[in-house]
């Protein structure tokens, strides 16, 4: 059964500084991951769907980075501003099912 | 733009009671999940739609049921309410199962 986990669980960093944000799954047959963005009190949102066939996605200032061999994906953040203080998920499914599992997220703070 | 929502954003209820979550989405999807997320849990799925009356249980579909009667709408049924059930519940759909999931809001429900 796939297995996500984040570390870390919590980052502060003053602005301006880019970072990455870590994410590893146990089950490399996965068909793509997610990587959502959640602001406290509310619904999820979604940032960056990377395909099991690429290593790279971007978005903005965002960049996604998928390494199945290893079970590992991380979200680069460049230049990071106060707005972007928020807890960052990724999620991969389980193989062969739609059922995606989740990290428990890192909470990240930038500082002004 | 994707909308999905949710019929209310904050439920009080008591032990023992049906509760009602309903969830609807704008967009066409065929796919639609129902998830609870606690503190260091993460989100766990209960239950997904992958078409109208079609369902599949999740990893946690003990104390709860569902309703697909129509494309756009997804009901969570909390057939008697208990007190472990008080979370925060997230809707979100997709044009298919792999593809990037839309969240709702969120409902956080309390049962007393």
């Known amino acids: 059964k796939q297995e996500v986990t984040q570390i870390p669980a919590a980052l502060s960093v003053p602005e301006g500084e880019n970072l990455v944000l870590n994410c590893s799954f146990t089950?490399?047959?996965?068909?793509?991951l997610q990587w959502f963005r959640q602001d406290p009190g509310k619904g999820l949102t979604s940032l960056l769907l990377i395909q099991s066939s690429q290593r790279e996605q971007t978005s903005g200032r965002l960049n996604a980075s998928l390494d199945k061999s290893s079970g590992r994906s991380t979200l680069y953040i460049a230049a990071s501003q106060p707005g972007d203080s928020a807890t960052y998920l990724c999620a991969a499914p389980t193989s062969g099912t739609y059922k995606y599992i989740f990290g428990t997220g890192t909470r990240l703070k930038v500082l002004a | 733009d994707v909308k999905v929502t949710q019929s209310s954003r904050y439920l009080v209820k008591r032990t023992g009671e049906k509760v009602f979550l309903e969830c609807v989405q704008d967009m066409d999807h065929e796919n639609m999940f129902w998830y609870r997320q606690d503190p260091g849990l993460g989100l766990r799925l209960i239950y997904f739609s992958y078409d109208v009356k079609m369902k599949e249980k999740g990893d946690i579909p003990e104390g709860y049921s569902v309703s697909r009667e129509k494309k756009e709408r997804f009901s969570l049924i909390l057939e008697s309410a208990s007190t472990n059930q008080t979370s925060m519940y997230l809707c979100?759909?997709?044009?298919?199962?792999?593809?990037?999931?839309?969240f709702g809001p969120g409902t956080r429900l309390l049962v007393l």
């Open positions: 089950d490399s047959a996965i068909y793509n």
């Open positions: 979100a759909s997709g044009l298919t199962g792999y593809e990037t999931q839309y």
